[in-house]
C-alpha cells in the first residue's frame, strides 16, 4: 500500500508519510510516454482531459489477448506467460459491462511486476532478450522500475530547472558519498530529500552509550519510528530499513509540465484559490516505493534476494559506505482506467499493489513456531518472551528491552535513531483476500529466476466511493510488513490491522492520492 502502507499526514513540523510503493508501475511506460489519455491539469488551467469510462471494460487490446479476466489464468486454464508485456488497464476481452474482481486487478499487479521486474534495455524499456530474475556474469541486470526518476531528485535541489529530458538523470550524490559509486540510498524512512538533508545535518552530532541522536525524522515510518531487521550487524549496531520512491515518466512529465513540484499542496489542490482546477495525474502514472535491508553474506549467497551493492548512509555516524542491499518489499501505485469512480478522475483511480520478499516474516497461522526458517524480520526464539496482555500494554513508543520480542510493537520513537538498536519482531497479522490467494497459487510456481522469492501481499482498488476522504476499497485493510509494520492495535487479545493505502491517500492533503509534495521540498511521499 502506500503510505499506510503509505499514507500521510503532516504531524507539527514532521511530515510523515509513507506511500507505499509503490510499484507505480505505469511502468513500462515510463521511460518512453505512452498511453497517458488525458494531460496533466496546470494549476489555475481548466482540465483538457475526458473522464476516462469506469464501466464498459470490453476490449480487443493485445495485451489482454487470451487472459481470463476473473482469474489469473489463461482462457484455456493454462498458466500465464512470463513476459514483460506492458498493462495499461484491467479489462474483458469479450463482455462489455463487465466489472473486475479482486483477482482481475491481482493479474494486473502480477503483470506490473513481471513489467517492472525485467532487465532494462539502454532506453529503459524491458529488454525481451534477457530472461527474468537471471544474473548475467554474477550481476543482476537493473530493471525498469530502477530506471524511473529519483523522487528524491525531483523535489530537491535544482528541481526548477527540470525538463523532461532530465528524467533519467541520477539524483545528486550526498556530502561523502562516491560520485563515481552505485547509487546512493539516502531514505531511511518514507520521506524524501528535503527531509534527509536536514537528517544529514543532524548527524553530525554524537551520541553516548545507551542514547539516541535526536531530529532524526527521516528514520521514521509512517507515524512512527525506523524498522530494525534481525540482522547483520553494522559498525553502529544492525542496520535500519533504507527506503526509495521512483515514477515513471507519465507522471515525471505531468509534475514538471505544471510546474507542480515548486507548488504547496494547498496550490495545487486548489485550496486557496478560486477558479482554479486541481492537479490531476494522467492516466497510467504510476509511483514506485522500495524498501531494502544490508544483505549477510549468507543472505546473498543464497539467491533469494532481488540485490544490488549500493552507497548507503550510516544512520548513526553520517558514513557513506557500500553495501549488499536486498529488495524486501515494493509498493506499486497504478492509475489505470478501470479504478476510476464515475468520471471524477481524482476520486479513488489508482490501483495499489505490494509484493514482499518470501523470507520477511512467517506466515499468519505459523507465528513462533517458525523455528528453523532464518526470517528477515523475526526470531521465534526471541527473549525475553512477554505474554500478548503485557505487550498490549505497552505505551508505545518504548524501547525498554523487556518488550523487544512483542510482536509489530512501535519500540522508537520517531525522530531519534537509537544508537545500538535491537531487531523489531515483526508477524503478518492477515491472511491474503482468497482471490489474491488463488491468483499466488498460480504465479508463485512459475520461473522467475530471483522473484521466484517474491510475493503479492494484495492489492487495493476502488469498489466505490462517497468521495475523496471517504473511499470504499477492498480490501479493506492493506499491510506490507516492511513498509507499514506498526499499523496494528490490539483488540480482545489479539492483534489487528489498521493499514489502508487508499484510505490514507484520499486525506485532504494528498495531491490527487498522491503525498509527494507534502512540505513541497521532498518532505512528503
Known amino acids: 500500500m502506500l503510505r499506510t502502507s503509505f499514507v500521510s499526514l503532516s504531524t507539527g513540523t ?41 464501466s464498459g471494460l470490453a476490449c480487443t487490446e493485445p495485451w489482454a489477448e487470451g487472459f481470463d479476466a476473473n482469474s489469473c489464468r489463461m482462457e484455456n486454464g493454462d498458466a500465464p506467460p ?31 511486476f513481471l513489467y517492472a521486474s525485467w532487465p ?7 529488454d525481451p532478450s534477457q530472461p527474468i530474475g ?25 528541481a526548477n530547472e527540470l525538463t523532461s529530458e532530465d528524467f533519467g538523470a541520477p539524483a545528486p550524490v550526498p556530502e561523502g558519498c562516491s560520485a563515481d559509486g552505485p547509487r546512493v ?28 541522536l535526536e531530529g532524526l525524522q527521516s528514520i521514521d515510518q509512517a507515524f512512527r519510528g525506523p524498522l530494525y531487521p534481525q ?19 507519465v507522471e515525471y512529465d505531468a509534475i514538471v509540465a505544471a510546474g507542480a513540484q515548486n507548488k504547496s499542496p494547498a496550490e495545487l489542490n486548489c485550496t486557496d484559490l478560486l477558479g482554479c482546477k486541481p492537479f490531476t495525474f494522467p492516466m497510467e502514472s504510476t509511483e514506485v516505493k522500495a524498501a531494502w535491508k544490508v544483505l549477510s553474506e549468507d543472505e546473498v549467497g543464497s539467491g533469494r534476494f532481488f540485490h544490488r551493492k549500493l552507497q548507503v548512509k550510516d544512520p548513526v555516524s553520517g558514513e557513506c559506505s557500500v553495501q549488499p542491499m536486498g529488495l524486501v518489499g515494493l509498493h506499486v501505485a497504478r492509475k489505470v482506467p478501470a479504478a476510476v469512480i464515475g468520471s471524477d478522475l481524482r476520486k479513488n483511480t489508482w490501483a495499489w499493489a505490494t509484493f514482499e520478499q518470501v523470507d520477511n516474516v512467517p506466515p499468519v497461522k505459523t507465528g513462533s513456531d517458525g523455528a528453523g526458517t532464518a526470517y528477515s524480520f523475526f526470531n521465534p526464539d526471541c527473549t525475553p518472551a512477554v505474554d500478548a496482555a503485557t505487550c498490549a500494554a505497552v505505551k508505545t513508543p518504548d524501547a525498554n528491552p523487556a518488550y523487544q520480542c512483542c510482536e509489530n510493537l512501535y519500540r522508537y520513537a520517531s525522530g531519534t535513531v537509537p544508537k545500538h538498536p535491537t531487531p523489531d519482531q515483526v508477524t503478518r497479522i492477515d491472511q491474503a483476500p482468497s482471490g489474491t490467494q488463488s491468483c499466488n497459487a498460480v504465479y508463485d510456481p512459475l520461473d522467475k529466476g530471483v522473484f521466484d522469492h517474491y510475493t503479492l501481499v494484495t492489492t487495493q482498488w476502488p469498489k466505490s466511493s462517497d468521495g475523496p476522504g471517504d473511499p470504499t476499497v477492498t480490501p479493506a485493510h492493506s499491510r506490507n510488513t516492511v513498509i507499514e509494520t506498526y499499523f496494528t492495535t490490539w483488540q480482545n487479545g489479539s492483534q489487528v490491522v489498521t493499514s489502508s493505502c487508499m484510505g490514507c491517500h484520499s486525506g485532504s492533503q494528498a495531491v490527487d492520492m498522491s503525498y509527494l509534495f507534502l512540505g513541497n521540498t521532498g518532505s512528503g511521499s
Open 231 to 249: 540482522g547483520p550487524e553494522g559498525p553502529n549496531g544492525i542496520w535500519p530499513v533504507f527506503y526509495e520512491i521512483r515514477i515513471n515518466k
Open 14 to 54: 514532521r511530515v510523515v508519510v509513507a506511500i507505499a510503493l509503490v510499484l507505480s508501475v505505469g511502468l513500462g511506460l515510463a521511460l518512453t510516454g505512452c498511453r497517458g489519455e488525458e494531460d496533466a491539469t496546470e494549476v489555475g488551467q481548466p482540465a483538457t482531459g475526458e473522464a476516462a469510462e469506469a
Open 134 to 158: 537471471v544474473a548475467q556474469g554474477g550481476e543482476l541486470a537493473p530493471v525498469v522500475w530502477e530506471r524511473f526518476a529519483d523522487a528524491a531528485r525531483l523535489f530537491g535541489s535544482g
Open 120 to 126: 532494462a534495455a539502454a532506453d529503459g524499456m524491458p
Open 82 to 112: 512470463i513476459q514483460p508485456l506492458y498493462w495499461p488497464n484491467v479489462c474483458d476481452p469479450h463482455l462489455t459491462g463487465w466489472a473486475p474482481v479482486q483477482e482481475s486487478f491481482d493479474q494486473l499487479s502480477w503483470r506490473s
Open 185 to 212: 540510498l539516502t531514505m531511511t524512512s518514507k520521506v524524501p530529500s528535503a527531509a534527509v538533508l536536514a537528517v544529514r545535518e543532524a548527524l553530525t552530532a554524537t551520541a553516548g552509550e545507551g542514547e539516541t
